[in-house]
């Protein structure tokens, strides 16, 4: 399958700062999405974004295809957004998403 | 606007013990897919199915069984329950396969086995 490594593993932030999140793959993607899981546990989708640049509020992700890599980007985090941001990819032939192993942020006040 | 609903939301079995994790989608998708998820790491594919009648194996099946009825509900047995299944399991629809559409997670399911 297809190998998915997020960095950094681990962030903490001051709130009101910005973040560049990164994902990177070792195939070809017909599909990325991000998610955010709470510390509820809860996935929340983030961004459906296979290429090109979408942004939704303080939060905009951009995914360069051909070099195989997706960033994710918060500015003026808050609090609400601690948890673990997940980057998941479908490879062209695939039928499942392989997901990476997450960057866990931390917003503190 | 309920999505994918998934029940119970924590169980606790002891090992031996079978039950089953029920999953619905009101969103009419065709595919259903159930994930489970280990402790600080990423979710990997139990099974999924591309509409009713079919099911297949992902990359973690051992220990699971699938059936797919209906298009709204995918539930996930487990059958002589296990330590290494205990995890937090989510499932997942799409209106069509993983390539090519969004998918829509549950809330999970988190299990343990004693």
């Known amino acids: 399958g297809i190998q998915v490594e997020q960095s950094p593993p681990d962030l903490i932030l001051q709130e009101g700062a910005n973040s560049t999140l990164r994902c990177n793959f070792s195939?070809?993607?017909?599909?990325l999405q991000w998610f955010h899981q709470n510390p509820w546990g809860q996935l929340i989708n983030l961004f459906y974004i296979p290429s090109g640049t979408k942004q939704n509020g303080r939060l905009s992700a951009t995914t360069v295809a051909t070099e195989r890599y997706s960033l994710l980007y918060i500015s003026s985090s808050q609090t609400t957004d601690s948890g673990v941001y997940f980057c998941?990819?479908?490879?062209?032939?695939?039928?499942?998403?392989?997901f990476g192993t997450g960057t866990s942020l931390t917003v503190i006040p | 606007n309920a999505g994918v609903t998934q029940t119970p939301k924590f169980r606790i079995l002891k090992i031996g013990q079978s039950m089953t994790l029920q999953c619905t989608q009101d969103?009419?998708?065709?595919?259903m897919y159930w994930y489970r998820q280990d402790p600080g790491m990423g979710l990997k594919l139990i099974y999924y199915?591309?509409?009713?009648?079919?099911?297949d194996k992902g990359e973690v099946p051992n220990g699971y069984n699938v059936s797919r009825s209906t298009t709204e509900d995918f539930p996930l047995r487990l059958e002589l329950a296990a330590p290494s299944q205990t995890s937090v399991y989510f499932c997942a629809s799409s209106l069509q396969g993983a390539q090519n559409t969004e998918a829509f997670f549950g809330q999970g399911t988190r299990l343990t086995v004693v």
């Open positions: 998941a990819v479908v490879s062209y032939t695939g039928n499942q998403f392989y």
């Open positions: 195939d070809s993607v017909n599909n």
């Open positions: 199915s591309v509409g009713a009648g079919i099911t």
């Open positions: 969103m009419n998708h065709n595919y």
